[in-house]
């Protein structure tokens, strides 16, 4: 199993140009297979380019970048950009946000996300293809049409044009649409086995067979909420803010069918009227231990691995973690942990 840090992990509020280096190269010495940047209150792509200047190795992933803020043309030149400069390490992870956030925040039109989205990547591979191997630019869609690129516009070919793309997906049509064209799916950390099995698994398994593809060709990372602890003092605590973090997602619209494959919807609809009303700090007391263990994978450092293979290991290929590193002894159990997951 691979495992995937984050910039901010490491680099935590210090965004700076000497900061985002020392977490990149941190990550790549602690043995980690790749580390990413998403984007909340900054720019995904900037750390990405420091990064792949810093480090040699390590892949190189934004997780997520938004899509629907940005059109495909701005995408496949930051891609390629970043292909190029990584030698080869770079994959694009695209998610679509939700819709308040890409009208009111980023004011760009909005449509229904899986057909967009299909558009989308195949705007893009039609986009580096042409980059890359010539002919002509003619792409025509519902949301996206590209026929313009004089040659002073046109990058040219690179000499790893193979650029990974996945997208972070929940529902079944937009999971159908990674089976069928990504290289890869990011699964949100609000999630469960029983809907990876129920849900997951079948719908990218159709979106494959719809492009005749395997399923085993589709790198899935992710599958849930992962927290490790040094002690089981220091667990308990961390229970709690998880509890925090899954009535907060649990009381969220678009994850509703997550909650209605338990037969949680009556827990969902309440915390949904709690978020309304404002009343967040009671809302994790909606979330019972059952709840908590059905989403979150948790331990203290000597066991969590093995707990992370035998619950994420049955179907991801990746999985996200991380722990506060204060001293050396805390510097080696991280690796130790992270050689464990990486020898499976």
Known sequence: MKVNASIGTYAGNNYSVQHIADAAVTAEKHGYDMISSNETAHNPYLPLAIAAEHTNEISLQTSIALSFSRSPMDT??????????????????????????????????WSAPAPRTREYITSLKHIWDYWQNGGKLEFSGDSYSFNLMPPFFNPGPIEFPDIKVSIAAVNPNMLAVAGELCDGVILHSFNTIKY???????????????????????????????????????????????????????????????????????????????????????????????????FAVMGTYDEIAKKILDSYGKFSDSVSFSMDIQSQKDEDILMQILQDLKSS
């Open 196 to 294: 990876t099995e129920e849900v997951v698994i079948p719908s990218l398994k159709k979106g494959a067979t719809r492009a005749n593809r395997n399923i085993e060709d589709l790198s899935i990372s992710g599958g849930g909420f992962i927290v490790a602890a040094k002690n089981q003092e220091d667990l308990e605590i961390k229970r709690e803010k998880t509890k925090e973090q899954i009535s907060f997602y649990a009381s969220t619209r678009s994850y509703s069918d997550i909650m209605k494959v338990h037969g949680w919807q009556d827990t969902h609809e309440k915390l949904y009227r709690m978020s309304i009303d404002g009343e967040w700090s009671k809302m994790k007391y909606e979330i019972s231990d059952d709840m908590l263990d059905k």
């Open 76 to 109: 496949a030149y930051l891609a390629w950009d970043l292909q190029n400069l990584s030698n080869g390490r770079f994959i694009l992870g695209l998610g679509t946000q939700v819709r308040g956030h890409i009208v009111r925040r980023f004011s760009m039109p």
